[in-house]
């Protein structure tokens, strides 16, 4: 990029090539970015809404209406957009659920603020009102969230996560199996998560699924002449191989005759016996290893009727010390049978055609698995998204003991008390205060338009329902407004609370941009391109693909 002086000399200050939008440009193609983006999974939003086929460049499918996996498996190359995809991935990891909500709140944010800067108001009071308007309604969040932690209202919350996913049929199975799973888990009243083992097989229904009371792991015992079952089995975890050591150091060891050598293979099996000796006699009946298992130490462990298993993830031995109480032992030579774990069962079991080890009936197990079921894999890969998203909203439920209304009715009561708010301020930060109270209502607006119900009927009949009720929401089942809270219909607050918070921050820090120069280097994106979908799509949007 050059700058010219007045003798007619230029003068480069960026590198030949680079693109540059400057001011109201840079604005308009980065709102722009952030309301395509909205647009694309606003249609997902809600009990019925639709689902997207996403197919990448292998040919591999995925079919969902979970916001945030649709945006991952997009191709996203507009630097804005992909501002927008951060606020997905810390909803997700923050609470679960709402994913989409947040997307379509970002969106909907700068749609307003484009308004507002066709008006002339500078973007920086734009960004200011919207920081007021977040932080009232982080406070009217507050006000009208309730108090409920019983495991009927878990229940509830877990249902509203999975309603309009693939679980639909047998989301109330499920939901159990969730609730189960997190209460089991949970320790002087923090949750975490990563307790809960997801495993999922195709080929069954999804009512099939279960909850096991402890660990299922997805190898096999690595002897067949071993036992294949336990009953109130002793456990051993070792983070070590049942085999000779190998030197450290380059080593050669000079063998003269045979009879040197026979008596160097004897020794090697002896020190291979007395590993196995000294694992039997700590009492132990299971062994898993996160190493490896010599095949002589197969042979040794299947005549003392010891089953074992090697190669098991790093995570699944913790989840198992977790569930039976065993310590992981990183020399074998230390092993005691303090170290042991206990697991009521510990049996192989075939599972859709594949073996796995399912270590269950633990005492005060502290790490469950749900074995997820689907017909096909693909309609179980939805399960599995819809169960984590449950999990989550579950898991948040139990920690903070506060849920709101849903079906729009948070959105629509927080919308309502900012434009009251908005009109205490002074100056041009009303006016952002009262978009960004519009903006909320775009939640509401989504669910009716994705039912086929008329938008804007439904947001008058909402408006005058919250005149009476905070719980009051949009039933799109019915087209009519009920009181969410006895129609079972209920998420955590943290959902909301995220979701604003995340949406707003993105959008802010969206409009303080007023100069986007990229770099024509090795994997930049060509700033030409990105003002000009792809073909057959409409020409002067940024392309997302």
């Given at each position: 990029m050059a700058q010219y002086t007045g003798q007619g000399q230029p003068i480069l200050v960026l590198p030949e090539g680079t693109n540059r939008y400057i001011g109201r440009d840079a604005q308009r193609m980065n709102i722009l970015a952030g309301k395509i983006l909205a647009e694309t999974v606003r249609t997902t939003l809600g009990p019925k809404g639709m689902d997207k086929m996403l197919v990448d460049g292998l040919g591999d499918i995925v079919v969902t209406n979970d916001g945030v996996t649709i945006l991952k498996e997009m191709d996203i190359e507009h630097p804005a957009a992909k501002m927008l995809v951060e606020v997905a991935k810390t909803q997700e990891d923050e609470v679960g659920d709402g994913t989409t909500t947040a997307v379509i709140i970002a969106g909907e944010l700068l749609k307003k603020s484009?308004?507002?800067?066709?008006?002339?108001?500078?973007?920086?009071i734009v960004?200011?009102?919207?920081?007021?308007?977040?932080?009232k309604a982080q406070?009217?969040?507050?006000?009208?969230?309730?108090?409920?932690?019983?495991?009927?209202?878990?229940?509830?919350?877990?249902?509203?996560?999975?309603?309009?996913k693939g679980t639909e049929k047998a989301r109330e199975p499920l939901a159990k199996l969730v609730v189960d799973a997190v209460k089991q888990v949970e320790e002087n009243g923090e949750v975490d998560i990563d307790q809960i083992k997801i495993e999922k097989k195709d080929g069954a229904i999804a009512d099939d699924s279960t909850l096991v009371q402890g660990v299922i792991v997805d190898k096999e015992r690595v002897h067949s002449g071993m036992p294949s079952s336990f009953e109130n089995a002793k456990i051993a975890l070792l983070n070590c191989p049942i085999e000779v050591k190998e030197t450290e150091v380059d080593a050669e060891i000079r063998i003269t005759d045979p009879a040197q050598m026979q008596a160097f293979i004897e020794q090697e099996e002896q020190m291979i016996k007395d590993m196995i000796t000294k694992i039997a006699d700590t009492g132990a009946q299971v062994v898993f290893s996160q190493k490896g298992i010599d095949d002589l130490a197969q042979h040794y462990l299947a005549k003392e009727g010891i089953m074992a298993v090697r190669r098991v993830k790093k995570s699944d031995i913790e989840k198992i010390s977790k569930a039976t109480g065993a310590k992981v032992v990183t020399n074998i030579e230390d092993l005691s049978g303090?170290?042991?774990?206990?697991?009521?069962?510990?049996?192989?079991?075939?599972?859709?055609?594949?073996?796995?080890?399912?270590?269950?009936?633990?005492k005060e197990a502290k790490a469950v698995t749900l074995l997820l079921r689907g017909s096909t894999s693909h309609i179980v890969s939805e399960i599995e998204r819809a169960i984590e998203d449950a999990i989550g909203v579950v898991a948040a439920t139990v920690e903070d003991g506060q849920v709101v209304a849903g079906g729009g009715a948070p959105e629509i009561e927080i919308a309502k008390k900012l434009k009251d708010y908005a009109d205490t301020i002074s100056g041009r930060e009303q006016l952002a205060v009262v978009a960004f109270a519009e903006a909320l209502e775009i939640v509401p607006k989504t669910l009716a338009e994705n039912a086929g119900l008329d938008s804007i009927d439904s947001l008058v009949d909402l408006r005058a329902a919250h005149?009476?009720?905070?719980?009051?929401?949009?039933?799109?089942?019915?087209?009519?407004?009920?009181?969410?809270?006895?129609?079972g219909v209920i998420e955590p607050k943290r959902v909301k609370k995220q979701a604003i918070q995340s949406a707003s921050e993105a959008a802010e820090m969206i409009l303080r941009i007023d100069d986007v120069i990229a770099s024509t280097g090795s994997g930049a994106p060509?700033?030409?391109?990105?003002?000009?979908?792809?073909?057959?799509?409409?020409?002067?949007?940024?392309?997302?693909m």
């Amino acid at each position: 990029m050059a700058q010219y002086t007045g003798q007619g000399q230029p003068i480069l200050v960026l590198p030949e090539g680079t693109n540059r939008y400057i001011g109201r440009d840079a604005q308009r193609m980065n709102i722009l970015a952030g309301k395509i983006l909205a647009e694309t999974v606003r249609t997902t939003l809600g009990p019925k809404g639709m689902d997207k086929m996403l197919v990448d460049g292998l040919g591999d499918i995925v079919v969902t209406n979970d916001g945030v996996t649709i945006l991952k498996e997009m191709d996203i190359e507009h630097p804005a957009a992909k501002m927008l995809v951060e606020v997905a991935k810390t909803q997700e990891d923050e609470v679960g659920d709402g994913t989409t909500t947040a997307v379509i709140i970002a969106g909907e944010l700068l749609k307003k603020s484009e308004n507002l800067i066709d008006m002339d108001i500078h973007p920086t009071i734009v960004a200011l009102g919207y920081r007021q308007a977040a932080e009232k309604a982080q406070e009217i969040l507050d006000e009208i969230s309730m108090d409920i932690n019983d495991k009927e209202t878990l229940m509830k919350v877990a249902m509203t996560a999975m309603t309009g996913k693939g679980t639909e049929k047998a989301r109330e199975p499920l939901a159990k199996l969730v609730v189960d799973a997190v209460k089991q888990v949970e320790e002087n009243g923090e949750v975490d998560i990563d307790q809960i083992k997801i495993e999922k097989k195709d080929g069954a229904i999804a009512d099939d699924s279960t909850l096991v009371q402890g660990v299922i792991v997805d190898k096999e015992r690595v002897h067949s002449g071993m036992p294949s079952s336990f009953e109130n089995a002793k456990i051993a975890l070792l983070n070590c191989p049942i085999e000779v050591k190998e030197t450290e150091v380059d080593a050669e060891i000079r063998i003269t005759d045979p009879a040197q050598m026979q008596a160097f293979i004897e020794q090697e099996e002896q020190m291979i016996k007395d590993m196995i000796t000294k694992i039997a006699d700590t009492g132990a009946q299971v062994v898993f290893s996160q190493k490896g298992i010599d095949d002589l130490a197969q042979h040794y462990l299947a005549k003392e009727g010891i089953m074992a298993v090697r190669r098991v993830k790093k995570s699944d031995i913790e989840k198992i010390s977790k569930a039976t109480g065993a310590k992981v032992v990183t020399n074998i030579e230390d092993l005691s049978g303090n170290d042991l774990g206990e697991a009521g069962s510990v049996a192989e079991k075939k599972i859709s055609g594949e073996d796995m080890i399912f270590v269950e009936e633990c005492k005060e197990a502290k790490a469950v698995t749900l074995l997820l079921r689907g017909s096909t894999s693909h309609i179980v890969s939805e399960i599995e998204r819809a169960i984590e998203d449950a999990i989550g909203v579950v898991a948040a439920t139990v920690e903070d003991g506060q849920v709101v209304a849903g079906g729009g009715a948070p959105e629509i009561e927080i919308a309502k008390k900012l434009k009251d708010y908005a009109d205490t301020i002074s100056g041009r930060e009303q006016l952002a205060v009262v978009a960004f109270a519009e903006a909320l209502e775009i939640v509401p607006k989504t669910l009716a338009e994705n039912a086929g119900l008329d938008s804007i009927d439904s947001l008058v009949d909402l408006r005058a329902a919250h005149e009476k009720s905070v719980t009051m929401g949009l039933n799109v089942f019915t087209g009519d407004v009920t009181d969410m809270e006895k129609a079972g219909v209920i998420e955590p607050k943290r959902v909301k609370k995220q979701a604003i918070q995340s949406a707003s921050e993105a959008a802010e820090m969206i409009l303080r941009i007023d100069d986007v120069i990229a770099s024509t280097g090795s994997g930049a994106p060509d700033m030409d391109e990105m003002g000009g979908m792809p073909g057959g799509m409409p020409g002067g949007m940024p392309p997302m693909m």
